[in-house]
């Protein structure tokens, strides 16, 4: 099978499923444009804060395109690539798209709470309180694990001063935040034309990555990076979202949709044929080392199909932003089948050769940039950018992991009188969420780390049960 | 539209959780293995508070009252 009809193919059934079954449950669901969204009834302009449809989308793709897309297929691939890609293709359409919408829709019909919230009001106190610790812990542990990978990936080894890819990145990461803050500030606060705006911002976000190659000047040990990344993570969680967060998930985004186009237009050059087999069976492997195609394919490629965590941004700082109810389809639907087209690609990459070696970041920096050498970009450049855009995909989950915890921690402790207590202050909340993942960090979270590929997915199981109450409840 | 990927997807988790569950027991890594236990647990108390709140005993008196 020749990988070009395998991404064309793709393409055209999300383009597809986004025209005819996005239209069928934007009607099933009674979206209402008219309708006011919790951007508008309680804006606070720190979280809650009406924003730009396609601004939106680009904080929400970024922040839920974890390393995951991109990791789930390429380790899923030995499974042959045939049920990889029906996985991906029909996940995301019908599952993982549904999952984030539907939660995205049901927080902003929820005055943009959290999964928790729809709980509470939908099936009882008791699971909310259950689902709210276990989402909690589950995003301490992402905060603690996307800190030591960003900060492994910028760290600078005096041993090998020859190796500058982490320091040129992490030079470029620092520069993009200062960027992202420049941004909002000229277009939420000087009111700015947007496009201008994204054009001039885009051009810097380029420039910063030519300054981060050409001058490495933050040559940060690891230890140092978690910290600069705490200090960092704490900033996101705090500032209103449209001065840091959303701008710089924003702008970043279009290095993730810069390097998809250019995997898009390799692939179409090279139209490499897939080289390793479509199915290799049920069992993989014997005893208790035994891989299962069910369930460990479905748990495997978890973001190109279906992952809890967008649930979490959905129903945290997305629905919080959205200015329409319409932006729903884009924002919650869209976001996931760009992230399937993402994961076709990675399933690409580890598919055109037999036995690709490496980590799954290595093995799709390889083959992306592979593909980009054949319209003249080198390929020692080619993987720089491809590297850098998969610490920013790292990066941008991190920030907003962060502030999610920070909404639940905040959403944990509210009391019931609805009056201000100092657990439910925003700095305490962020403090406790980061100081536990720094915790979690520094005594080893690697040890319960297996676990988060489970973990994720009963979220979205559970997130799903949410959304499945609150509809049926609508129509008792 | 949502009802029949969140039963598939509780299908994935719950089956993943006995054999991570299982796997790690059986090799002596009792930390995710308990992980895993409390993880099944604690998606079953939520699965059933569910269909409580729908289908028990709560809900037919609500409705007969109503």
Known sequence: ?476 | MTVIPMVFMFAVTLTALILVGRNNFASGNFIIGSVAAILFVLAIILIVTTINTFFGKKSEKKNISA
């Open chain 1, 1 to 476: 099978m020749n990988s070009l009809t395998l991404l064309l193919l793709g393409i055209l059934l999300f383009l597809v499923a986004y025209a005819t079954y996005g239209a069928y449950l934007a009607k099933h669901w009674g979206i209402d444009n008219e309708r006011k969204t919790p951007a508008h009834t309680c804006r606070d302009d720190i979280d809650y804060c009406p924003a730009n449809a396609k601004v939106l989308l680009g904080h929400h793709f970024s922040s839920i395109a974890g390393a995951g897309p991109i990791t789930g297929p390429i380790a899923a691939a030995i499974f042959g690539w045939l049920p990889v890609y029906l996985w991906i293709v029909i996940g995301s359409i019908f599952v993982g798209g549904v999952h984030d919408w539907g939660s995205l829709f049901a927080s902003i019909r929820h005055d943009g709470k959290s999964i928790g919230e729809i709980i509470r009001v939908n099936i009882g106190a008791r699971g909310k309180m259950l689902f709210n610790i276990f989402a909690y812990l589950t995003l301490v542990l992402v905060v603690a694990a996307f800190t030591d990978i960003c900060a492994s990936t910028f760290a600078f080894d005096p041993a090998k001063p020859e190796l500058l890819s982490g320091a040129r990145a992490g030079t470029a990461s620092i520069l993009f935040i200062f960027l992202a803050m420049a941004f909002g500030f000229f277009v939420y606060r000087k009111g700015a034309n947007l496009t201008l705006s994204s054009i001039i911002g885009v051009a810097l976000l380029f420039f910063s990555i030519w300054i981060g190659y050409q001058f490495p000047i933050l040559k940060l040990t690891k230890f140092e990076w978690d910290v600069v990344l705490i200090v960092y993570i704490f900033a996101a969680s705090t500032m209103p979202v449209w001065f840091l967060l959303q701008p710089r998930d924003y702008l970043c985004s279009f290095l993730l949709y810069a390097m998809l186009a250019g995997a898009v237009i390799g692939i179409l050059i090279v139209r490499p044929a897939m080289a390793i087999p479509a199915s290799v069976g049920f069992t993989i492997g014997e005893g208790v080392k035994a891989q299962y195609l069910f369930p460990m394919l479905f748990v495997t490629v978890a973001c190109g199909a279906i992952s809890g965590f967008h649930s979490l941004v959905g129903s945290g700082t997305s629905s919080k932003q959205l200015s329409t109810e319409k932006d729903t389809k884009l924002v919650g639907y869209g976001a996931m089948l760009i992230e399937g087209i993402l994961a076709i690609i990675a399933l690409i990459t580890v598919g055109y050769v037999v036995g690709a070696k490496g980590t799954p970041a290595q093995i799709f920096a390889g083959g992306v940039s592979d593909f980009m050498s054949n319209f003249g970009i080198p390929v020692s450049i080619g993987t720089v950018f491809v590297i850098l855009a998969f610490s920013a995909f790292a990066l941008t989950s991190l920030d907003t992991a962060t502030r999610l915890g920070r909404y639940l921690f905040q959403e944990m402790t509210a009391r019931a009188d609805g009056k201000k207590s100092i657990l439910n202050n925003m700095y305490v909340a962020t403090a406790i969420t980061v100081g536990l993942s720094a915790l979690l960090l520094s005594y080893g979270y690697q040890k319960i780390w297996p676990i988060f590929g489970s973990a994720n997915q009963l979220l979205a199981g559970l997130s799903l049960l949410a959304v499945s109450a609150w509809q049926v409840k609508r129509t008792l």
